[in-house]
Structures are given as structure tokens and as C-alpha cells.
């Protein structure tokens, strides 16, 4: 079957979400990468924050998702290793959820703040799930066993991350952290395109 769509889908989210923060950012010059949480483009009352919740949360997550069906397909094509699956589609799910649901920094008690961390934490949960869990049928094939120990460099990376959190600039862990999560989908994405093309 062909998931050349999925892995472009993969390759798309990440793009998106750093070119839809940039611009959000680059929208707000009082906006802070060190101190600022990314949730602060897209919060309530907060200027653009439609555009960074659309741009930015939700049409990343669907592709993330949609790129999840093709990649499992690939990975196990006898239907197998379902916990992984929908562990990543998931992931992408609840994080388009973080972006129906602006954070609302004024009110953490809030149902719109309490869905939205939800989304977010949900999202970071289920991709780690994902992460641990694939390798148990990446080791199945030649090719994908190759991507092994990088996907897995990449979830403990963005896991290490979270020790960044402490110091003046807090708001570092949180962009690290993106970056691991997001290269491990582009980096996935990216050997389904090959895998496409070579198989």
C-alpha cells in the first residue's frame, strides 16, 4: 500500500508548527522565547491566537495523525503492534485539542485551560507511549530497524528536556522539547518516504 501522502503529512507537520510559531511570534515583538510559554500565542484574549491555534495546534495534529495511519501500515503491515498506533494518533489528536482549547493563563481552574493542558499533556504522554513501544516492531523489518536508535535519541531527549525548566529562562525546556518531538515525526516521515520509494 502506499503512504506516500502519510509521510508527506509527517514531514508538513512539523514545517507548519515552526513556521506558524514565527510568524505568531514575530506578530507580538513583546513576546518572550525564554519566558513565555508557546500556549501564550494561541491563549485567550491574546492577539492571532486563532491563527496560532489553527496553524499552530490543530492542522499540526491532524497531519500527525494522518500520518500515523500510513506509518503503522508500513511498520506492520499484518495489523499488528495496535497499542503503538493508536498511542501516536492519539498524540496528534490531543494536540489539535490544545488548539480547540486556548489556555487561559488568568484562570488555571478554567474548563478551556484544564482541556487545553490536557491536550497538551495527553499529547506528550501518548507520544512517549509511541516511542517506547514501536521499536518492539521496527526490529522486525531491515530497513526500519535502522531508525531504532535515533527515534529513540529523540524521545529521551525531549524527555531530559523537561530538566530545563529551572533557571531564567524557562521557557527553553518547553521549545527543546518541541524540537525532539517534532524531528522524531520528521524524521519517521521521512524514512516512510523511503521507505516508499525503495521497497
Known amino acids: 500500500m502506499n503512504q506516500k501522502s502519510h509521510a508527506l503529512a509527517g514531514i508538513a507537520a512539523p514545517l507548519l508548527f515552526v513556521g506558524a510559531y514565527l510568524l505568531a511570534a514575530a506578530a507580538r515583538p513583546e513576546f518572550n522565547h525564554f519566558t513565555k510559554a508557546v500556549s501564550e500565542l ?3 484574549h491574546a492577539p492571532n491566537a486563532v491563527f496560532w491555534n489553527i496553524l499552530g495546534f490543530i492542522c ?6 494522518f500520518f500515523a495511519v500510513g506509518f503503522h501500515q508500513a511498520v506492520t503491515p499484518n495489523g499488528e503492534g495496535r497499542l503503538p498506533f493508536y498511542a501516536l494518533l492519539l498524540s496528534g489528536i490531543l494536540l489539535g485539542v490544545a488548539g480547540l482549547f486556548p489556555d487561559d493563563f488568568e484562570h488555571n481552574a478554567s474548563f478551556t485551560a484544564i482541556m487545553h493542558a490536557t491536550g497538551n499533556f495527553g499529547s506528550f504522554i501518548a507520544f512517549l507511549i509511541a516511542a517506547f513501544t514501536y521499536p518492539l516492531y521496527l526490529r522486525k523489518s531491515d530497513f526500519w530497524e535502522k531508525t531504532i536508535v535515533p527515534s529513540l535519541t529523540f524521545t529521551w531527549l525531549c524527555i531530559l528536556s523537561g530538566f530545563l525548566r529551572t533557571g531564567l529562562a524557562p521557557g527553553i525546556s518547553q521549545r527543546v522539547g518541541f524540537v525532539f518531538y517534532f524531528l522524531w515525526i520528521a524524521f519517521m516521515a521521512i524514512n516512510l518516504f523511503r521507505y516508499q520509494r525503495f521497497s
Open 42 to 44: 494561541g491563549s485567550l
Open 60 to 65: 499540526p495534529g491532524l497531519l500527525i495523525a
